[in-house]
């Protein structure tokens, strides 16, 4: 049987958060990522710009992100 999870590469290319069924070998490593992040106290950091910067065009909330970034900077 397979486990569910959301996947991270859907998210960066997708902005797809829908759980997906995943095989355990992937949710393990999904979930040692997530661990990982809290156990350093420092999250995995992805720049979506450099990956995706066409999410930037077309999700509200990083449109709105990213002005608020240049109006900080």
Request: aromatic share 8%; glycine share 2%; net charge neutral.
């Amino acid at each position: 049987m397979n486990d569910i999870a959301i996947i991270p590469a859907r998210v960066i290319h997708n902005w797809d958060f829908q759980p997906q069924p995943v095989a355990r070998v992937s949710l393990q490593i999904i979930s040692y990522l997530r661990n990982k992040s809290f156990h350093y106290d420092r999250a995995v950091l992805i720049n979506l710009v450099e990956i995706n910067p066409m999410l930037y065009g077309l999700v509200d909330e990083l449109i709105q992100i990213k002005v608020s970034n240049q109006i900080l900077s």
